[in-house]
């Protein structure tokens, strides 16, 4: 094929030969070297400027391999048919935490192409993400990626896809990206299949911002799709969740470098600038109007992102509190779902109480915060929200476990999450008995294929955030995928456990658990602390409690001695040194009442939860 | 005035003891290195050294006090070899009317022909390396002598005029019982001595020992243990009539050494011989540890010194706290900035200081605090 010699010029493109569509892909499945070939096959990206993974702008999402941030790309692609078509690929985060971005992503397309792995068949995320493109009733393009590779088994994996979807096995199309083989007849099916956007070009306008980014030079850039009307350059908009107005100071498309217009238009994909410098005054999902002749009704489906896991974020060196508080201002610039507030702990000191969409969004905040602002963190095991109702009829809000009030509860509400479990079939024991113990309410399971189930459970979203995928992974070798959505909430009977040292609350290690596992945390956190925390001069003990009540017990027992020996022949310097070096080891120590404690053994303490949020990465 | 020290180290042994990590070397050893000194050769280089020190030091005319030769095992060279080094320091430098000259000494090499040898040549004190009276011990230690040769090198040197007896003994080794400590300590009260220097094991990286326990073979000793074994040597001491004068050392009236002593009060020694410390006025040198190479440059003429370090007046300080503290004279309080006397007062509400010494301005270690003197160290610091 061709590349195109005249493309259409944005704002002036005939609907019909619009296509609209994203890629429904698990991790890794390759989804953003399939974006790359088709950079590649339209021609808009020379050879010489391509590099791996082009449409990941961020380091995080190249390292990870996983998209953050969607994007939208226009590709002018010469059909078989030999008419130019523009092709708008709307790349969709491909992650858990990320599932309403997903959805309003999704509401931006006409068709998704389904991408699945020829080695490893979907997974539960993907399958999540198809069933959200089902309900938007989107086209779905089937299609098995890296049927080069030689475990590739594009028969069984066809197979397990048409029986999700209910098509024929014959229609898969099967490719590999990595080579290109079968990339440019993907993209004639979706110029074939994929519906034209349909909408009116003369009704006021209305267009879902599907994404928006912060960009340091030009603000916050708006990603929309146009439903009907048009955006034009210098003109005002109005936000229509907040009835906020700003002029777009630039409109465009990327292909894939912006490319400003004079307008975007009906049915088409596209970028706005207005110089706001917050993400939260362009957020995803609401819809963009014109101030001087708006809709009279917006296209719904909007949310405020809603923070279901709070962690405290504590800098190791208490003297980087002003450069953590600085990088949150920052990072929550682009980020709309992230909260946080300032708290101070005794045990870490000040910080910041954070809320986030789900472990993964932690995880990643972390890591940016990290490596883009060179912090040293701590972060706490991460909860979610509790709604506890007194005996009088009063309502708290737990966010943080410290905060779990005290006197006469009445009752304590925990959210839930609706969960699927793609796995093998011979792990189903083994889930089955995972998520008992984490007080999963099995819904129903259905095969895929021969030999591998959809599981579907209830379970809180507590016992999720305490090292479940962990759990999950280590008990299918890795086999088993998860995902899961918000199904509100639940009474339970529900407890503070406090850890004390030497009689002092570390509010650091206050957990919310179910009372039937209360005995089982304190301890289990007791016998952490005591193989953790040095031997102080005097005897120290650890205690887990419930209230007033001891329900577990540990003991350091006190130092003896610690000198040693002689200045072997008068080698003063190296006891000297000796001395020295384990005073700036001293240093690094948080005092908790008379406790000195190494920075080690909280980070050590606080471990299990955030391996689980690392395997959830992976 | 700062008083001025030498010490003189011997680097030979007959065998390599699995615990040690001294700079010290078997003949065998030496062999395979390719250098020419030997027990024999040595003391030449030795004194060559002193004069090519004291050609350095022209204007230093302090007379020596206190001399200690140490090892290695001193006593693998001949006794009147010894001597001679020893007339070589006192004709260079002179030595104070009370002058104190230590060996150390290794109860398998030495006669009592020996030890006359050497009190005539001007030695006045000995010190043995008798380590533990218990027969599992020595062999973990891989100590050649049997207990018994100890208690008449004892009295070989008490034969020959010696004042002043000292042994060595190592507690807390991985075997060790509480009854095999204390039938050294029964032995020790039946000998002659007015000295004893108690340390505990320690399991040095790179010594045999450390590998063995590295490879679970023996058990790494206990800090509790050695806790509960100082108090049996502290009790058993102090009926003994010594009592402590330094963390790991105590003595009769009159026994202390006053060497030792040197050290902890931060006086000025001169470092004889490969890999020797010295201190001079807040700076610490040492000599190149390999008998060839400290060799080779005595030969030259040249200063055998490896590297050396002059110390800031934070290092100074840092210094003298934790050698003053490991004092039963104690440190004054003086010594310490605001911080570190706060710290001073928190450690006598915790038993490490003496509440009455400190009204006095010192900080002197309770029993308590001489075990955990080294976190206290660091704390007075501050």
Same mark, same amino acid.
């Not at chain 1, 979807?165 to 083989?181: F, N, Y």
């Given at each position: 094929?061709?590349?195109? *010699?005249?493309?259409?010029?944005?704002?002036?493109?005939?609907?019909?030969?619009?296509?609209?569509?994203?890629?429904?892909?698990?991790?890794?499945?390759?989804?953003?070297? @399939?974006?790359?070939?088709?950079? +590649?096959?339209?021609?808009?990206?020379?050879?010489?400027?391509?590099?791996?993974?082009?449409?990941?702008?961020?380091?995080?999402?190249?390292?990870?391999?996983?998209?953050?941030?969607?994007?939208?790309?226009?590709?002018?692609?010469?059909?078989?048919?030999?008419?130019?078509?523009?092709?708008?690929?709307?790349?969709?985060?491909?992650?858990?935490?990320?599932?309403?971005?997903?959805?309003?992503?999704?509401?931006?397309?006409?068709?998704?192409?389904? /991408?699945?792995?020829?080695?490893?068949?979907?997974?539960? +995320?993907?399958?999540?993400?198809?069933?959200?493109?089902?309900?938007?009733?989107?086209?779905?393009?089937?299609?098995?990626?890296?049927?080069?590779?030689?475990?590739?088994?594009?028969?069984?994996?066809?197979?397990? *896809?048409?029986?999700?979807?209910?098509?024929?096995?014959?229609?898969?199309?099967?490719?590999?990206?990595?080579?290109?083989?079968?990339? &440019?007849?993907?993209?004639?099916?979706?110029?074939?299949?994929?519906?034209?956007?349909?909408?009116?070009?003369?009704?006021?306008?209305?267009?879902? *911002?599907?994404?928006?980014?912060?960009?340091?030079?030009?603000?916050?850039?708006?990603?929309?799709?146009?439903?009907?009307?048009?955006?034009?350059?210098?003109?005002?908009?109005?936000?229509?969740?907040?009835? &906020?107005?700003?002029?777009?100071?630039?409109?465009?498309?990327?292909?894939?470098?912006?490319?400003?217009?004079?307008?975007?238009?009906?049915?088409?994909?596209?970028?706005?600038?207005?110089?706001?410098?917050?993400?939260?005054?362009?957020?995803?999902?609401?819809?963009?109007?014109?101030?001087?002749?708006?809709?009279?009704?917006? /296209?719904?489906?909007?949310?405020?992102?809603?923070?279901?896991?709070?962690?405290?974020?504590?800098?190791?060196?208490?003297?980087?509190?002003?450069?953590?508080?600085?990088?949150?201002?920052?990072?929550?610039?682009?980020?709309?779902?992230?909260?946080?507030?300032?708290?101070?702990?005794?045990?870490?000191?000040?910080?910041?109480?954070?809320?986030?969409?789900?472990?993964?969004?932690?995880?990643?905040?972390?890591?940016?915060?990290?490596?883009?602002?060179?912090?040293?963190?701590?972060?706490?095991? %991460?909860?979610?929200?509790?709604?506890?109702?007194?005996?009088?009829?009063?309502?708290?809000?737990?966010?943080?476990?410290?905060?779990?009030?005290?006197?006469?509860?009445?009752?304590?509400?925990?959210?839930?999450?609706?969960?699927?479990?793609?796995?093998? !079939?011979? $792990?189903?024991?083994?889930?089955?008995?995972?998520?008992?113990?984490?007080?999963?309410?099995?819904?129903?399971?259905?095969? @895929?294929?021969?030999?591998?189930?959809?599981?579907?459970?209830?379970?809180?979203?507590?016992? *999720?955030?305490?090292?479940?995928?962990?759990?999950?992974?280590?008990?299918?070798?890795?086999?088993?995928?998860?995902?899961?959505?918000?199904?509100?909430?639940?009474?339970?009977?529900?407890?503070?456990?406090?850890?004390?040292?030497?009689?002092?609350?570390?509010?650091?290690?206050?957990?919310?658990?179910?009372?039937?596992?209360?005995?089982?945390?304190?301890?289990?956190?007791?016998?952490?602390?005591?193989?953790?925390?040095?031997?102080?001069?005097?005897?120290?003990?650890?205690?887990?409690?419930?209230?007033?009540?001891?329900?577990?017990?540990?003991?350091?027992?006190?130092?003896?001695?610690?000198?040693?020996?002689?200045?072997?022949?008068?080698?003063?310097?190296?006891?000297?040194?000796?001395?020295?070096?384990?005073?700036?080891?001293?240093?690094?120590?948080?005092?908790?009442?008379?406790?000195?404690?190494?920075?080690?053994?909280?980070?050590?303490?606080?471990?299990?939860?955030?391996?689980?949020?690392?395997?959830?990465?992976? | 005035?700062?008083?001025?020290?030498?010490?003189?180290?011997?680097?030979?042994?007959?065998?390599?003891?699995g615990y040690?990590?001294?700079?010290?070397?078997?003949?065998?050893?030496?062999?395979?290195?390719?250098?020419?000194?030997?027990?024999?050769?040595?003391?030449?280089?030795?004194?060559?050294?002193?004069?090519?020190?004291?050609?350095? +030091?022209?204007?230093?005319?302090?007379?020596?006090?206190?001399?200690?030769?140490?090892?290695?095992?001193?006593?693998?060279?001949?006794?009147?070899?010894?001597?001679?080094?020893?007339? !070589? @320091?006192?004709?260079?430098?002179?030595?104070?009317?009370?002058?104190?000259?230590?060996?150390?000494?290794?109860?398998?090499?030495?006669?009592? +022909?020996?030890?006359?040898?050497?009190?005539?040549?001007? $030695?006045?004190?000995?010190?043995?390396?008798?380590?533990?009276?218990?027969?599992n011990?020595?062999a973990l230690l891989?100590?050649?002598?049997?207990?018994?040769?100890?208690?008449?090198?004892?009295?070989?040197?008490?034969?020959?005029?010696?004042?002043?007896?000292?042994?060595?003994?190592?507690?807390?080794s991985p075997g060790e019982?509480?009854?095999?400590?204390?039938?050294?300590?029964?032995?020790?009260?039946?000998?002659?001595?007015?000295?004893?220097?108690?340390?505990?094991l320690?399991v040095?990286?790179?010594?045999r020992l450390a590998a063995r326990v590295a490879r679970g073979e023996v058990p790494n000793p206990?800090?509790?243990?050695?806790? #509960?074994?100082?108090?049996?040597?502290?009790?058993?001491?102090?009926?003994?009539?010594?009592?402590?004068?330094?963390?790991?050392?105590?003595?009769? %009236?009159?026994?202390?050494?006053?060497?030792?002593?040197?050290?902890?009060?931060?006086?000025?020694?001169?470092?004889?011989?490969?890999?020797?410390?010295? #201190?001079?006025?807040?700076?610490?040198?040492?000599?190149?540890?390999? %008998?060839?190479?400290?060799?080779?440059?005595?030969?030259?003429?040249?200063?055998?010194?490896?590297?050396?370090?002059?110390?800031?007046?934070?290092?100074?300080?840092?210094?003298?706290?934790?050698?003053?503290?490991?004092?039963?004279?104690?440190?004054?309080?003086?010594?310490? &900035?605001?911080?570190?006397?706060?710290?001073?007062?928190?450690?006598?509400?915790?038993?490490?200081?003496?509440?009455?010494?400190?009204?006095?301005?010192?900080?002197?270690?309770?029993?308590?605090?001489?075990?955990?003197?080294?976190?206290?160290?660091?704390?007075?610091?501050?």
């Amino acid at each position: 094929m061709s590349k195109a *010699i005249n493309p259409p010029a944005p704002g002036a493109t005939d609907p019909k030969i619009i296509r609209n569509f994203c890629i429904i892909a698990h991790i890794d499945h390759g989804k953003s070297t @399939l974006a790359d070939r088709m950079l +590649q096959i339209t021609g808009i990206v020379d050879p010489r400027h391509m590099r791996a993974q082009y449409l990941d702008r961020m380091d995080i999402e190249r390292e990870r391999g996983i998209t953050i941030k969607s994007q939208a790309v226009r590709l002018p692609f010469v059909a078989d048919d030999n008419e130019t078509y523009v092709l708008n690929l709307i790349d969709t985060p491909g992650h858990v935490d990320f599932t309403y971005e997903v959805s309003r992503s999704l509401a931006a397309c006409e068709g998704a192409i389904l /991408l699945v792995d020829a080695a490893q068949g979907i997974e539960a +995320q993907t399958l999540a993400n198809l069933y959200l493109a089902l309900e938007n009733n989107l086209t779905i393009i089937p299609v098995l990626n890296k049927i080069d590779l030689p475990a590739a088994q594009p028969e069984k994996y066809a197979a397990e *896809i048409a029986h999700i979807i209910g098509c024929d096995p014959e229609s898969v199309l099967k490719v590999s990206a990595k080579t290109g083989v079968g990339v &440019e007849e993907l993209l004639n099916e979706v110029v074939k299949q994929v519906p034209a956007p349909v909408g009116d070009p003369d009704a006021p306008a209305r267009a879902l *911002i599907f994404d928006s980014v912060y960009d340091t030079y030009r603000g916050v850039v708006t990603y929309v799709r146009v439903i009907d009307g048009r955006i034009p350059e210098r003109d005002r908009i109005k936000m229509m969740s907040t009835g &906020e107005t700003h002029e777009t100071l630039e409109v465009g498309v990327i292909s894939p470098d912006p490319v400003s217009s004079k307008a975007i238009g009906v049915g088409e994909v596209g970028y706005l600038i207005t110089g706001v410098k917050d993400v939260r005054q362009s957020r995803v999902g609401d819809t963009v109007t014109l101030a001087a002749k708006p809709a009279a009704e917006s /296209l719904g489906g909007y949310r405020d992102p809603v923070p279901m896991v709070f962690s405290g974020l504590y800098p190791l060196d208490g003297s980087d509190y002003p450069e953590l508080r600085e990088a949150l201002d920052k990072l929550k610039l682009n980020d709309a779902a992230l909260v946080y507030e300032p708290e101070t702990s005794v045990a870490l000191g000040f910080g910041f109480r954070c809320g986030f969409l789900g472990l993964l969004h932690l995880e990643i905040v972390r890591e940016r915060l990290e490596r883009e602002f060179n912090l040293d963190l701590i972060s706490t095991a %991460p909860n979610v929200v509790y709604r506890v109702v007194m005996d009088d009829g009063k309502e708290i809000i737990v966010t943080n476990p410290s905060e779990f009030p005290g006197g006469k509860i009445a009752e304590v509400h925990e959210p839930m999450v609706r969960s699927t479990i793609l796995t093998p !079939s011979e $792990f189903v024991g083994a889930i089955m008995e995972l998520c008992q113990t984490r007080r999963g309410n099995l819904l129903g399971m259905d095969y @895929l294929s021969e030999d591998r189930v959809e599981m579907r459970y209830t379970l809180p979203l507590a016992e *999720i955030v305490f090292d479940f995928f962990d759990q999950l992974k280590s008990k299918t070798r890795g086999y088993a995928s998860l995902d899961y959505e918000p199904t509100g909430e639940q009474s339970a009977d529900l407890v503070k456990v406090d850890i004390l040292l030497h009689g002092d609350p570390v509010d650091a290690f206050s957990a919310i658990v179910h009372r039937d596992k209360a005995y089982n945390y304190g301890v289990a956190m007791a016998a952490k602390l005591k193989d953790l925390i040095p031997r102080q001069q005097f005897e120290v003990p650890i205690q887990a409690a419930i209230g007033a009540r001891i329900i577990a017990r540990e003991t350091i027992r006190a130092i003896r001695k610690d000198v040693l020996a002689k200045c072997y022949g008068g080698d003063i310097s190296r006891k000297r040194k000796l001395l020295e070096k384990q005073k700036e080891g001293k240093k690094r120590m948080k005092m908790v009442g008379r406790v000195e404690v190494p920075q080690e053994a909280f980070i050590a303490a606080l471990s299990t939860d955030e391996n689980a949020a690392k395997a959830k990465a992976k | 005035m700062r008083t001025l020290s030498a010490y003189v180290h011997i680097p030979f042994c007959a065998s390599r003891c699995g615990y040690c990590d001294f700079n010290t070397y078997t003949a065998a050893e030496l062999q395979r290195d390719g250098t020419s000194i030997t027990t024999a050769t040595y003391p030449d280089r030795v004194i060559a050294e002193v004069n090519w020190l004291r050609k350095d +030091q022209a204007s230093d005319n302090r007379a020596i006090s206190t001399v200690f030769f140490g090892g290695g095992t001193p006593t693998l060279i001949d006794s009147k070899e010894l001597v001679r080094i020893l007339q !070589s @320091l006192k004709s260079t430098y002179g030595f104070t009317d009370d002058v104190e000259v230590t060996t150390e000494a290794n109860p398998d090499s030495v006669t009592l +022909q020996d030890l006359e040898i050497l009190r005539a040549g001007g $030695f006045t004190r000995v010190s043995f390396g008798h380590q533990s009276s218990a027969a599992n011990v020595l062999a973990l230690l891989e100590r050649t002598h049997t207990p018994g040769k100890t208690w008449q090198a004892v009295s070989d040197a008490r034969n020959a005029g010696f004042e002043h007896v000292s042994v060595d003994l190592i507690y807390g080794s991985p075997g060790e019982t509480d009854s095999d400590l204390s039938e050294t300590l029964d032995q020790v009260s039946a000998a002659d001595v007015d000295h004893v220097s108690a340390y505990s094991l320690i399991v040095e990286p790179g010594t045999r020992l450390a590998a063995r326990v590295a490879r679970g073979e023996v058990p790494n000793p206990s800090d509790d243990v050695a806790a #509960h074994r100082y108090e049996l040597i502290d009790a058993k001491l102090q009926s003994l009539g010594m009592t402590w004068y330094e963390v790991s050392n105590w003595s009769k %009236p009159g026994g202390e050494c006053r060497h030792n002593i040197a050290y902890w009060r931060n006086q000025d020694w001169l470092g004889i011989g490969p890999g020797a410390h010295a #201190h001079s006025a807040g700076t610490r040198s040492w000599n190149l540890k390999h %008998p060839a190479a400290w060799a080779a440059r005595v030969d030259e003429g040249i200063s055998a010194s490896a590297e050396s370090e002059v110390l800031e007046l934070s290092d100074i300080r840092h210094e003298e706290i934790m050698l003053g503290l490991r004092l039963r004279e104690g440190l004054a309080l003086s010594t310490l &900035e605001d911080s570190g006397y706060a710290q001073a007062q928190l450690a006598v509400s915790e038993g490490l200081l003496d509440p009455v010494a400190f009204e006095e301005g010192k900080a002197i270690l309770t029993f308590q605090g001489r075990l955990l003197a080294d976190g206290l160290v660091a704390r007075l610091w501050a």
